[in-house]
């Protein structure tokens, strides 16, 4: 069976940084993917970044470009989200997740999640 065990959420003040990390336990396949999403209370699931697990290819939603950096230690079957210069808009619980679909946006593609993580952005 698949796990997936995010960390590295928290309280931080906007303009500031935080780390998340997404662990994988079971066997690993090259052929997968990984992508973070993000919900805010009341508000839908959305994308935020994907890479694909053999190339290192990524795909960052238009809200987080140039703010955030999605990487991936294929030893280790972890995957991270830096995130650098954050924004109150940036508050909400933050899932990782795996597909088969490289560099995919859509929820519906992903089979395991992780439990999410929050993170607060203060003003």
């Known amino acids: 069976q698949v796990q997936l065990v995010e960390s590295g959420g928290g309280l931080v003040q906007a303009g500031g940084s935080v780390r998340l990390s997404c662990a994988a336990s079971?066997?690993?396949?090259?052929?997968?993917?990984r992508g973070w999403f993000r919900q805010a209370p009341g508000k839908e699931r959305e994308f935020v970044a994907a890479?694909?697990?053999?190339?290192?290819?990524?795909h960052y939603a238009d809200s987080v470009k140039g703010r955030f950096t999605i990487s991936r230690d294929n030893a280790k079957n972890t995957v991270f989200l830096q995130m650098n210069n954050l924004k109150p808009d940036d508050t909400a619980v933050y899932y990782c997740?795996?597909?088969?679909?490289?560099?995919?946006?859509?929820?519906?593609?992903?089979?395991?999640w992780g439990q999410g993580t929050q993170v607060t952005v203060s003003s």
């Open positions: 890479i694909t697990w053999s190339g290192g290819s990524t």
């Open positions: 079971g066997r690993a396949f090259s052929g997968y993917a």
């Open positions: 997740a795996r597909t088969l679909r490289p560099l995919s946006s859509w929820p519906y593609e992903y089979d395991y």
